[in-house]
């Protein structure tokens, strides 16, 4: 029994295996203590047949997606790993708590692994390059093994002086929890005093977390594989990076892959008026009601330099 409360307690202090895993540097050894609830996960989307829909539940759902994707593009990816805007402490921990209940780990985590990916893009080094490792395990294969699970800290050196953020990595897995408990909550309450909205707390949770968690992990994952692979190519970079359209409208703007290689330091990856970029459009709104400052974008010189003649397809 003791040993049982042990590997509980290692699945919500990630210094535990930090430790355990410190020593495994590279291979592709998966950690199967992390695929099991990842499944898991998948598998309790298939709950919709027995919970059933509801309008209610569905605009939660979606809601929840939209929200935690702006976490993820705006906080997670364009402010902590590209520092492409400032912002004060308060609003970075708001949204790196957000940005958590997604479940894709802490922005520490996220940062120093979305750092590495530049530096080494589409390289051996790359933990998640199609061309190197193969589609299925640059989609959803490399964060479940043991050599990614360690926070490499010498890429995110100016974010660890922050306790709070810290935490947030150490304990990831609280911020789903929390989640997920005020979702049945709520979903119980609104059974209780709403019946007319025709949901309850195994719905909302089913809806509103599992469902709205699972799109958001395919949606964010295809950045990785898809966006190496296909598309148009409009610069010459080092990678295999594209711009794809399907992709930018899933991830509010992350599909204009190819841009962001070119240029990784704009928060705006939509570099033309026409190329759809919701992220950007909701950290302008940020700025204008002062929340964030100092945006950095794409000047013109950039933007228009290191093009291939003829896109490519």
């Known amino acids: ?28 050894e998966i ?39 702006f976490a993820i593009t705006g906080f997670y990816h364009r402010y902590f790993s590209h520092k492409t805007f400032r912002t004060s402490r308060f609003v970075q921990l708001l949204f790196a708590m957000i940005g958590a209940t997604a479940v894709q780990r802490g922005p520490l985590w ?15 080094e790359d933990k998640h390059s ?26 995110v050196r100016e974010l660890i002086r922050f306790p709070e953020l810290r935490i947030i990595d150490r304990f990831d897995l609280l911020m789903p929890l929390a989640l997920s408990i005020s979702l049945f909550f709520v979903g119980y309450y609104l059974h209780q005093y709403e019946p007319q909205l025709n949901t309850n707390g195994f719905q909302l949770l089913i809806w509103g977390f599992s469902v709205s968690t699972v799109m958001l992990y395919h949606a964010t994952f295809l950045v990785n594989s898809v966006a190496h692979q296909w598309g148009k190519k409009r610069y010459e970079t080092k990678d295999t990076s594209r711009n794809n ?31 759809i970029d919701l992220t950007y459009y909701a950290l302008k709104f940020l700025a204008m009601i002062g929340v964030i400052w ?20």
């Open 1 to 28: 029994m003791n040993t049982f409360f042990k590997k509980l307690f290692f699945w919500f202090d990630n210094s535990f295996l930090e430790e355990k895993y410190a020593s495994i540097t590279s291979g592709k």
């Open 31 to 69: 950690d199967w203590m992390r695929v099991v609830p990842f499944i898991l996960l998948h598998l309790s989307c298939f709950f919709i047949f027995i919970v059933g829909f509801s309008w209610t539940a569905f605009t939660v759902c979606i809601t929840l997606f939209a929200i935690r994707m």
């Open 110 to 124: 996220w940062a120093a692994h979305h750092r590495g990916h530049h530096m080494h893009s589409d390289t051996p």
């Open 130 to 155: 199609p061309q190197e490792h193969g589609f299925f395990w640059s989609h959803m294969g490399w964060f479940l093994t043991k050599s990614n699970f360690v926070t490499n800290t010498k890429f």
């Open 245 to 275: 359209f399907i992709i930018a409208i899933l991830t509010f703007g992350e599909g204009w892959h190819n841009n962001h290689h070119h240029y990784p330091g704009s928060a705006r990856q939509g570099f033309y008026w026409w190329e």
């Open 294 to 313: 100092d945006i950095r974008t794409v000047s013109d010189n950039i933007r228009e330099s290191k093009k291939i003649e003829h896109h490519q397809h």
